[in-house]
């Protein structure tokens, strides 16, 4: 059974993937520091694109009603 399409996993992963992507453009000094940086953002895009599939797959997709997301 599928669970409920989280549309606040969503946005707590695009935090993450805008957090991670401003970290790489301030910090990263190194080819090591940024390798670091990629598979971080990676992870973080694969768990985006699984949750997409998921949702898709199950034929959900959230519903917004004016900032009421479902």
């Known amino acids: 059974m ?3 399409f989280d549309i606040t996993l969503t946005h707590r992963l695009a935090d ?5 992507a401003t970290s790489l453009k301030e910090k990263a ?6 390798q670091q940086h990629l598979v971080r953002l990676t992870s973080i895009m694969d768990s985006l ?3 997409s599939h998921e949702a898709e797959e199950a034929g959900m997709n959230p519903i917004n009603d004016r900032g009421d997301i479902r």
């Open 2 to 4: 599928h669970q409920p």
């Open 16 to 20: 993450q993937l805008v957090e991670c």
């Open 29 to 34: 000094q190194s080819p090591d520091q940024v």
């Open 49 to 51: 694109h699984s949750l």
